[in-house]
């Protein structure tokens, strides 16, 4: 191949490589900018906003008298900049926080993903820590002082079931659009009011939009949407008696609701132990929240509302008027105790060996005569019973708005053949009639059974937020004076000398009640005689349900101690120590306004 | 030596020069933008540099137009020594920047001798071209390879300067081809660079720094480092597509001043460009690129003599290698060497070389009738 000598023509043939050239990049320009610009604008906006979730501060929860129960406390904490902190300031700064500079640097450079992303340090500072830090600021580039809000349980463990707690939001919760406007780090309501009130507590959080450099640097806010404060609440309870209720279950395991009986407002609700939400609501350690669940009395549960035992003979109050109603009996029918009764090749005992002798309605259930009630069950049968102990919202949800509630179980003919596949026996109507047996129920439904019996038979939903309209689920329909007969009996169990709930005797108010001691199977015939030898968790559970004051109830509740022996003994004097707080404090209150007045 | 007069007036490229003036303007506006964040603390700000940095240009072009370019030539034996000293200079005491030594001080002024090197390489390189007989043999060849590409490579690749020994190694071998080699000389090229490619490539690969391995391996496998050199070129496709067709506007660019971009006011200026005037601006700066190039060639063939041609091409494919590579390297299909584009990009020495290169390119042409004197 002869080279040309001619360098023009090569200049030219270069001239044509250069429009080549040329060529190529403009179809890149095009590629990029017209065929593929909406794609790249997209992801450089992207680049270039950030939003900046800013929560709402969140709504108060007081008690029904006005008193807050928490508070938004904010705090403040040291953070650190990686990018622009110096690492040679680690061994002053741990000097400062009190954290060991290992600790430090192990912090700074776990965050690897961009260098200014803050980094929390130490939270909770003192004041000293704060004006220190604020006096050398210049001496440490990149440490920030950042301003959290934690929520504070002002009264710790007391009412904390109600109440509830914080959390972190929950991988399952994260899924759930109703969280999705909320930051991935934020806390919600986990528990109690907290949770089921979140919605209204939590407000609408804002939402700041900020220009960013490619370090993440905020270099301008675009936009600025301020957050709505959650709205307050005004619980139905009240702390000093929740308090007292709290002290009165000091080492006892075990529950209390206390209703008005005219709205169904949640006056108290104990149970017993109880946990401290302020370890969860600003991030419970793992081990703390083990020591939590590991405990074996379950602090965790709500016994209020999700423990189910045998009402014993508070469920006689069933048995009395299903029977009164049904025209089994009326107030001068009268059964003989003997101390058992026999029925077949078994024996029903009396808890009283000796017998009560003749009994009429009125010292049955003063002295809880427990072969007055079989007698009277079995003329009823147990379908009879079910029909009365469901009008008055027992073996169903209460429908209180705090998650986990039970329906505890009253038994019938259909309900055993379905479940048991076996026949109904006469000897479970026996026991049945006497709250024992398959029967179980909640303490909230023996608060509201209490409600409708002072109330003139009005069972209304139990609702913790004050000042709502009552909601009744349903009004029994009962012979004139039914009602009154009970009532009436029930002051004799406190008032009377032989009844059974003379414990609960007060000398400020009347109090009325029923006591109850539901059997743990199987333990009776092998320690018989002093309960006290009995071993705690062989004894009995206790139950007394009371109102007060007599005339005309104010308030109405229901005790159940967890292996508590006689409900005589153990629940009455709580019964009564509350309701005597409650009267108290009223009285109190009644004064000063007149004062005021 | 010196002498403007009303002939040269005449003579002189204006089209050239305009052209270049509306490079370096656009330039300018574009440097102001993408360095206008408020967060940026400098002393005084890049585009004001610039600007001075400009008016030197035009002073030193004015000095390059106005002598015959023939004492290039005659010149160019002593203006070579010294460049080789300056680079060694810059081996022994130089300043840092980026992981490589590039920059002398002279006073308050740092410069990088390796700008004006190359000017003088071209020079040196078209004298010698210009006096062997054509097409060249592989003797001459060998020779003049090894005396004047060889040793300066081995010198700039030691700062390391990467680009710039490229770019003599390619000027050097464009000229020879557009020259005309022998047919044994071309041949032997041919097999000699295939046989060297891959141990030359082993070599380099060798003295590279690790900023250059990664650009390489990022040009190669840009998912391997999102965040590092893979991700500058992701950056800069971003700003060059989302500028689309007309634009975000001037001043309304994003993806340089809030630091997505890097080296935004130098070696990917153009993508700041790009994102703020679209297709369309982009398609106008090209353009003025486009009329640079072609007018350079032109003045190569017009040149009266073989010198004034070579020379002419040589300075012309040192624009066009630094346009092509620079504005391929922003759109992601050349891999990142970090080598700026010539008249636009922010940088004081390279825009007084540059002004300097362009001032004897119009010279070149001012000069073209053999009987001008």
Redesign the interface.
């Known amino acids: 191949?002869?080279?040309?000598?001619d360098?023009?023509d090569?200049?030219v043939v270069?001239?044509y490589i250069?429009v080549i050239?040329?060529i190529?990049?403009?179809l890149?320009?095009?590629q990029?900018?017209?065929l593929?610009?909406?794609?790249?604008?997209r992801?450089?906006?992207s680049?270039?906003l950030r939003v900046i979730n800013v929560q709402a501060p969140r709504g108060i929860i007081f008690d029904r008298n006005g008193i807050p129960l928490v508070k938004n406390t904010p705090y403040f904490i040291a953070s650190v900049i990686p990018g622009e902190f110096d690492g040679s300031n680690v061994e002053a700064l741990s000097k400062i926080l009190d954290i060991p500079s290992e600790e430090i640097s192990g912090k700074i450079s776990i965050k690897k993903q961009s260098p200014f992303t803050t980094v929390r340090i130490k939270k909770r500072l003192s004041f000293r820590e704060v004006s220190v830090i604020e006096a050398r600021r210049t001496d440490f580039p990149g440490l920030i002082i950042e301003i959290a809000v934690s929520r504070d349980y002002i009264y710790g463990k007391t009412g904390a079931h109600a109440i509830g707690y914080l959390g972190k939001l929950t991988p399952g919760q994260l899924e759930n659009p109703e969280y999705k406007d909320l930051p991935r780090h934020a806390f919600i309501g986990q528990w109690g009011v907290e949770k089921y009130f979140d919605k209204t507590l939590r407000g609408i959080s804002g939402q700041k939009i900020f220009?960013?450099?490619?370090?993440g640097?905020e270099?301008r806010l675009i936009q600025e949407k301020p957050p709505v404060k959650g709205d307050d609440i005004t619980l139905s309870l009240d702390i000093e008696l929740q308090k007292e209720g709290e002290k009165s279950f000091e080492g006892l395991t075990g529950a209390l609701v206390a209703l008005q009986p005219e709205t169904g407002e949640i006056l108290g609700l104990v149970s017993s132990p109880s946990f401290d939400p302020n370890k969860f609501a600003n991030g419970i350690s793992y081990a703390d929240w083990t020591a939590i669940t590991r405990q074996k009395n379950m602090p965790m549960l709500n016994r209020a509302l999700q423990s189910q035992y045998p009402p014993g003979s508070t469920f006689k109050i069933i048995t009395a008027i299903a029977a009164l109603e049904e025209g089994i009996i009326d107030t001068t029918t009268k059964k003989y105790c003997n101390g058992r009764m026999n029925y077949g090749k078994w024996n029903y005992n009396c808890w009283k060996k000796k017998g009560h002798g003749s009994v009429n309605l009125h010292r049955a259930l003063v002295e809880s005569c427990d072969v007055y009630f079989y007698e009277v069950g079995r003329q009823l049968g147990i379908d009879k019973i079910y029909e009365y102990a469901l009008k008055f919202g027992l073996g169903r949800e209460t429908g209180i708005l705090l998650g986990g509630e039970r329906k505890g179980l009253i038994p019938n003919t259909r309900w055993k053949m379905a479940t048991k596949n076996a026949p109904w026996f006469l000897g479970e109507t026996i026991i049945s009639s006497i709250g024992q047996g398959y029967v179980s129920t909640t303490p909230i439904q023996m608060a509201v059974m209490m409600s409708a019996i002072t109330n003139g038979g009005t069972i209304y939903r139990p609702v913790i937020i004050k000042g709502m309209k009552p909601v009744p689920l349903g009004k029994i329909d009962l012979k004139p004076g039914t009602l009154e007969i009970i009532r009436d009996s029930l002051l004799g169990v406190v008032e009377e000398p032989d009844g059974t709930g003379q414990a609960a005797k007060s000398a400020i108010t009347t109090i009325g009640g029923k006591t109850g001691t539901a059997q743990v199977v199987g333990a009776r015939q092998q320690y018989s005689g002093n309960s006290k030898k009995i071993p705690e968790k062989y004894r009995d559970h206790a139950w007394f349900i009371a109102f007060a004051p007599g005339e005309k109830a104010e308030i109405a509740l229901s005790v159940f101690v967890e292996h508590g022996g006689h409900g005589g003994s153990t629940a009455a004097p709580i019964a009564k120590r509350v309701i005597e707080a409650y009267m108290l404090r009223k009285a109190k209150q009644e004064e000063s306004t007149d004062v005021q007045n | 030596m010196f002498r403007i007069d009303r002939t040269l007036i005449r003579n002189f490229d204006w089209l050239i020069f305009f052209t270049v003036i509306a490079i370096s303007l656009i330039g300018i506006l574009t440097i102001f933008s993408a360095t206008r964040?408020?967060?940026e603390s400098t002393q005084s700000p890049f585009y004001i540099k610039q600007i001075i940095w400009l008016l030197l240009g035009v002073l030193g072009l004015i000095v390059f137009v106005s002598f015959d370019y023939i004492w290039l030539s005659r010149i160019s034996v002593p203006m070579y020594i010294a460049g080789l000293i300056f680079l060694l200079i810059v081996l022994i005491s130089g300043k840092t920047g980026m992981g490589a030594q590039r920059w002398i001080g002279v006073g308050p002024i740092s410069f990088q001798p390796s700008e004006f090197f190359k000017l003088i390489f071209i020079i040196m390189i078209s004298r010698h071209f210009s006096s062997v007989q054509?097409?060249i043999g592989i003797m001459s060849l060998l020779r003049i390879f090894f005396v004047f590409v060889f040793l300066p490579f081995m010198l700039l690749v030691k700062q390391p300067d990467l680009g710039t020994g490229l770019v003599i190694i390619i000027i050097f071998i464009?000229l020879s081809?557009?020259?005309?080699?022998?047919?044994k000389a071309?041949i032997l090229t041919v097999i000699i660079g295939f046989v060297s490619m891959p141990f030359l490539g082993n070599l380099m690969w060798e003295r590279l720094e690790d900023y250059q391995k990664s650009r390489l391996i990022a040009f190669v496998e840009p998912g391997v480092d999102p965040s590092g050199i893979g991700y500058h070129i992701k950056?800069s496709?971003?700003?060059?597509?989302?500028?689309?067709?007309s634009g975000k506007g001037f001043l309304k660019g994003?993806?340089g001043?809030?630091?997505?971009?890097p080296e935004k006011h130098t070696d990917f200026i153009f993508a700041v460009f790009?994102?703020e005037w679209?297709?369309i601006g982009?398609?106008f700066l090209?353009s003025l690129y486009?009329l640079l190039?072609?007018r350079g060639?032109d003045t190569?063939?017009k040149a009266k003599d073989d010198f004034g041609?070579i020379l002419a091409?040589g300075i012309t494919f040192m624009f066009?290698i630094y346009f092509?590579v620079n504005?391929?390297m922003t759109?992601?299909?050349m891999p990142v060497v970090g080598i700026p584009l010539p008249f636009f990009s922010y940088g004081g020495t390279a825009l007084l070389s540059n002004y300097i290169s362009l001032g004897v390119l119009i010279n070149i042409r001012t000069r073209r009738f053999a009987l001008f004197y």
């Open positions: 191949m002869q080279i040309e000598k360098g023009p090569r200049i270069v001239g250069i050239g040329f190529i990049l403009l890149r320009l095009w990029l900018q017209i593929q610009g909406d794609e790249f604008r992801i450089s906006e680049n270039r220009e960013v450099d490619a370090l640097r270099i | 964040q408020p967060m054509e097409p464009a081809l557009t020259r005309g080699l022998q047919k071309l950056q496709k971003v700003a060059i597509g989302s500028g689309e067709f994003t993806q001043p809030f630091r997505f971009l790009a994102e679209g297709f982009s398609l090209l486009f190039i072609m060639l190569a063939r041609k091409l066009s092509f504005v391929g759109l992601g299909i």
